[in-house]
Structures are given as structure tokens and as C-alpha cells.
């Protein structure tokens, strides 16, 4: 199978971006210069798993050129595709530079909020932060719908971790950041959840295998490539769950919104999807 023969129409995609640009309209956008009182920034509030669990978060965040060019290596927009391919690929990259605006924001707001509240020095944490983000990330997918999945439960999951994280904290400036954070993953979330919705109208059961394939080897971003991950994966579990599978449900609810009466096929999947919730 290769991503170009399973595209859903260019009208879908469009109609998906064109959502969720009109659900990020510039006069709600926020930046790292103003949108904090940097100088209040207090990393002594916190317990040493909170500051452990900021520095995970931000590591992750901040290997965005990796993810970025995921979506340049599997929807091209050059001369290696169709002109049907290119056009549907051209219409997503107005989501995919959105999108990596916001996530880049992500990752310099996590950096500032370090270098402000006494976590890190900037010049230490750039050399840190270069360790893991020279590191290959990639998402070896066949299917096109299969991205969306992955991103639709990653995207849940750390929206869940910031709400959750921001419960926790006691430094107002941390929590506001998180505040932020979350509702931006959000909406990458529900951009997600829209697009695997058509691929499901679109492609119906033939999406049935891809999206069991994602969630039987879900990982979440880093943690094949970043030293110590479990560990660390585990000891901030304990600050705020890191649990992607709580995400899981949501993929059932796409598919539960998006169709009136499961196949057989699809009802197996939701069985499967459950059961790795459980097992987790
Ligand atoms: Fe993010
Ligand atoms: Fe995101």
C-alpha cells in the first residue's frame, strides 16, 4: 500500500484544515514574550517530580523539527507525487505549518519558563536539549490514516498530562503556561479527531487494520530514542498520569460519532482498542 493511493479527497482535507484554522483565529493566538510574567516564574514551588516532569515535557516538545518533517517525508509537496497527491498535501501543509508554529511555541515557552524559575541555564539546556533532538524520529506508517491516529491519541494524551500537571502545581506561572499548552493540544486533538472521522466515512473498513496497527504498537513520541524514558516515563506517572491509553477512548468516541452501525470489522477494532486500555 503506498500513502498516495488512500488519500481521502482534497475536498475532505480542506474542509478539516479550513475548521481548524477558523477554530485558531489570530486575536486568540498567544507568544511566549507577553503572555507570562516571566519574572514571577518560581521553580522553588515545586516538588522535585514537578521539576523533573517540566523537563521531560520539554524535551519532548522540543524535538518538533523531527516531528515537522514527518509530515514533509509522508505528504510531500514537490515534484515526487502526483498532481493529485501534491494538491491534497498542499492543502494539509496549511494545517502542518500551523501547527508547527504552535508546537515550536510549546517547546520555547517550556524553555523560557526552565531558564526563568531556575530549572536550567539557556546554554546548558540548548546543549542538553541538542542530545535528543539530533536523534532520528520517524513513524513508519503505509497508511495515511494511520498518522492521524498516532497524532490524535499523542495529541489527547498530552493534553491530558498538562491538565493534569497543571491541577498540581503551585507556582501560577507554570500553571498558566499549561493552561496554554493544553488548550492548544486541544485543538490539535480535535484536528485529528476530524480527519481520522473522514478517512473513516471515506475508506470505511479498509482503515480498520492501519488504526489497529497504530494502537498495537503505540509509543509516545522519544521513547524509543531517549535515554532513561521508561524511568523517567514512570517517576513523573507518579506527578500526573502519563498513561496515553486514557486517551483510547477518545479514538472510540471518533468512531462511535462517526458511525451509525459498526461492521464487524470496526466493532472487533473498538473491542481491541478497549482491551489495550485495560491491559495498560
Ligand atoms: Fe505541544
Ligand atoms: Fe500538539
Redesign the pocket.
Known amino acids: 500500500m503506498d500513502i498516495e493511493s488512500t488519500l481521502i479527497p482534497v475536498e475532505e482535507v480542506a474542509e478539516a484544515v479550513d475548521g481548524f484554522l477558523a477554530a485558531s483565529p489570530a486575536a486568540r493566538a498567544w507568544d511566549v514574550e507577553t503572555a507570562f510574567d516571566w519574572s514571577r516564574a518560581d521553580a522553588g514551588r515545586l516538588t522535585e517530580g514537578q521539576r523533573s516532569a517540566v523537563q521531560f515535557?520539554t524535551l519532548?516538545?522540543d524535538h518538533?523539527p523531527g516531528y515537522f518533517e514527518v509530515y514533509h517525508r509522508y505528504f510531500p509537496v514537490d515534484d515526487s507525487v502526483s498532481r493529485e497527491a501534491f494538491v491534497h498535501n498542499r492543502e494539509l501543509y496549511h494545517f502542518t505549518v500551523r501547527w508547527a508554529l504552535?508546537?515550536d511555541t510549546?517547546?520555547r515557552a517550556l524553555t523560557r519558563y526552565q531558564e526563568s524559575a531556575g530549572i536550567a541555564e539557556r546554554s546548558s539546556l540548548r546543549t542538553e536539549l541538542a542530545i535528543e533532538g539530533q536523534k532520528p524520529f520517524d513513524l513508519p506508517y503505509d497508511h495515511p490514516v494511520q498518522f492521524f491516529a498516532y497524532a490524535l491519541v499523542q495529541?489527547k494524551a498530552?493534553q491530558m498530562y498538562?491538565q493534569q500537571l497543571r491541577d498540581v502545581v503551585d507556582d501560577p506561572v507554570l500553571a498558566s503556561v499549561l493552561a496554554r499548552?493544553s488548550r492548544?493540544?486541544a485543538r490539535?486533538f480535535s484536528f485529528m479527531a476530524d480527519v481520522v472521522g473522514r478517512y473513516l466515512r471515506v475508506h470505511g473498513d479498509a482503515t480498520v487494520e492501519p488504526i489497529r496497527d497504530v494502537i498495537a504498537n503505540f509509543r509516545m513520541p522519544l521513547a524509543d530514542t531517549m535515554r532513561g524514558y521508561w524511568r523517567w516515563a514512570l517517576k513523573i506517572a507518579d506527578v500526573a498520569s502519563y498513561d496515553h491509553t486514557e486517551a483510547y477512548e477518545h479514538l472510540i468516541k471518533v468512531i462511535d460519532r462517526t458511525v451509525d452501525t459498526r461492521t464487524d470489522r470496526l466493532d472487533e477494532l473498538v473491542r481491541f482498542i478497549e482491551e489495550c486500555h485495560t491491559l495498560a
Open positions: 515535557v519532548i516538545e518538533l504552535e508546537e510549546h517547546a495529541e498530552t498538562y499548552l492548544d493540544e490539535h
